[in-house]
């Protein structure tokens, strides 16, 4: 497989390069390290919401206005309720599957896969593969939950935060930690009765937040996903924040994201590996012991586990 | 100073201890390490809420309560805007200081000498100063939020989260992340005309959560502080959660917090540390410029620096 045939775009190319990064196969991941550093034109936006949210069909609408401004596009749907995923009801999933015999289009589902943990990584992969094949936007789907899902928002240039009217889901929301990364809140099904109600709250919630001279104000947008209504105002806004984050202001907010996700990154595997490798030592019961008959202290037994496995660094 | 006088409950050895870990004189912390394997008989309680949702007053009622059950009780201020802490209206200051000439009760601030950062680590201290005293009750007050705030959540036996009537408040307590952890919740200021509301959104909001057979489900309380209601019905709850602890099913619980605190410690610390001593070299500098640059992914840079970190760990 030729690195070049996916930089022009071989979707053949481009899928065999994910199956083997998925079999570990070192030579694939070579590649896409090459290929890393061609990347950085796509627009990723994530769309990101509880199932039932309608975001699927969301996705779907905006598929089919970014294909009639002749954009090429790549999904990613990290959610297993997704039709992109082929989890959900037989008529959504023909409807959304009329996109993949389009060669503009290109769907990839990491949820059927099984993948936990290394869901991040994985879905940074695949955007890279997709960002290199010069798909001009990328469209993330995931239910934006644990940590893969904090991860995974980080990665987009624009996120979308989708909610429904009826109590509670704005709550839920704001408690997968979603309200500090959402740059356009929607809340779709604005055909249902409290659709202003929704809206309301969630402007309240967003005003809650301080916002300094320059911030993007995340603007709450109607749509009915059902009924294509609403889109042409939510592409319009993605439009604007694109053209945001191009401000000084913008590209100082897009490196400080990037700066978070890289010390979360290394935050998440200095610990993982650490006790990856104290698991099981004799070291390691030891102190475990030693917390719970309370002969020392949580801040102590962490600073001396610590010293010993920095003392050797220089 | 003696530890056998902090043993005996003296209030002065207690207060000059708390003084000298303050200004860092390393006997003063010898002398809480031997100290913290007399602890555990205290009942940590945490009360945790926004300012202004009248959780000093709750306390307040509290201590009374606890006092004419002969409990010795302990306060843990880290509100600044507390009457504890000093930083309150004067009426309510001068209310709850006449505690501070009775000698079962000792109030300790730490919002107003501006600690920031090691907030929990102090209070984890003065913590283990008053159980080691033989406080009965150890009362520490929170607002909750950011790091510190979740740390102290952690060190807590039960965890109550005090919200007032009025959109918005439930919503904060989850975005602070206090609804994983809360064990009573407390819907002060009953009087207010939409207590029931609140009770009816913090109830299906706790409902939202699965619990397994076994799990304590946290009750929702109504109390009105300014006026000494539903006090009494609080402290049955908290008995009850007490009771709850010593079950197998709660020493379990009791333990995976524990784990719980004192891997994010673990996690903290080892990052900090690994950041402190790269910041500013060569290395780092040349990290976060590949990232700039796209020469590097982010997961890939990480794991190159935890690698060096480690390769010299056995």
Avoid at 118 to 138: P, Q, W
Avoid at 181 to 187: A, E, P, S
């Amino acid at each position: 497989m030729k690195p070049e045939d996916i930089l022009k775009g071989n979707i053949q190319a481009a899928a065999r390069l994910m199956r083997d990064i998925d079999d570990e196969i070192p030579s694939a991941r070579d590649t896409l390290k090459h290929l890393f550093q061609r990347t950085g034109h796509a627009h990723i936006v994530g769309v990101t919401g509880s199932p039932g949210t309608g975001k699927s069909t969301l996705i779907d609408c905006l598929i089919q206005r970014l294909r009639e401004n002749r954009k090429t596009v790549g999904v990613v749907a990290i959610d297993p309720t997704s039709p992109f995923s082929g989890g959900a009801i037989l008529g959504d999933r023909v409807r959304m599957q009329r996109h993949t015999i389009d060669e503009g289009v290109f769907i990839r589902s990491l949820a059927t896969r099984g993948h936990l943990g290394g869901l991040s990584r994985s879905t940074h992969d695949i955007v890279t593969v997709m960002d290199s094949m010069g798909k001009d936007v990328i469209i993330v789907e995931t239910v934006g939950v644990g940590q893969d899902g904090v991860e995974i928002i980080h990665l987009a240039h624009t996120n979308i935060v989708v909610i429904i009217p009826g109590m509670g889901d704005s709550i839920q929301a704001i408690k997968a930690g979603i309200l500090e990364t959402g740059d356009i809140f929607v809340v779709n099904k604005a055909d249902m009765g409290d659709a202003d109600i929704a809206l309301f709250e969630m402007e309240t919630t967003i005003q809650m937040k301080r916002f300094q001279k320059g911030d993007w104000v995340p603007p709450v947008l109607k749509t009915d996903s059902s009924n294509n209504i609403g889109i042409k105002k939510l592409l319009d806004k993605i439009d604007q924040h694109k053209k945001y984050l191009e401000t000084s202001f913008g590209k100082r907010q897009q490196q400080k994201r990037s700066a978070e996700m890289f010390e979360k990154i290394l935050r998440d595997r200095l610990f993982q590996k650490t006790r990856n490798r104290l698991k099981g030592t004799q070291r390691w019961e030891e102190t475990l012991n030693a917390l719970k008959q309370r002969e020392v202290d949580p801040y102590s037994a962490a600073e001396s586990v610590v010293n010993d496995i920095l003392k050797n660094t220089s």
